[in-house]
Nanobody, 123 residues
Framework: QVHLVESGGGSVRPGESLSVSCSAS????????MGWFRQAPGKEREHVAS????????YYAESVKGRFTISRGNAKNTMSLQMNSLKPEDSAMYYC????????????????WGQGTQVTVSS
């Protein structure tokens, strides 16, 4: 069974940077497309960014393009999201998700989810 564990969340001020990571275990990590979703209180879950198994495809929400970068290190079974120029509206619980299917992942129907890590951006 695949397990996803997020780390690296925290509290920062607007304009600062933060990186969150997701570590996968229990499966062939190299076959999984992986991504990040976020959900703030009272709001719908938003797809933030994703990267395909081979790294050839990426997706970014318009709200984070140019500020966030997703990357994966196949040798370390870890996928990361570098978040720069953070804004208060980026505050949310960030969830790592994975699936063998790129379309399932990007459609929000990923089969595997982590427990989430909180990101708070506030002055």
């Amino acid at each position: 069974q695949v397990h996803l564990v997020e780390s690296g969340g925290g509290s920062v001020r607007p304009g600062e940077s933060l990186s969150v990571s997701c570590s996968a275990s229990g499966y062939d990590y190299s076959s999984l497309s992986m991504g990040w979703f976020r959900q703030a209180p009272g709001k719908e879950r938003e797809h933030v960014a994703s990267v395909s198994a081979a790294g050839s495809l990426t997706y970014y929400a318009e709200s984070v393009k140019g500020r966030f970068t997703i990357s994966r290190g196949n040798a370390k079974n870890t996928m990361s999201l570098q978040m720069n120029s953070l804004k208060p509206e980026d505050s949310a619980m960030y969830y790592c998700a994975a699936d063998n299917s790129w379309s399932a992942l990007t459609g929000g129907r990923a089969g595997i989810w982590g427990q989430g890590t909180q990101v708070t951006v506030s002055s």
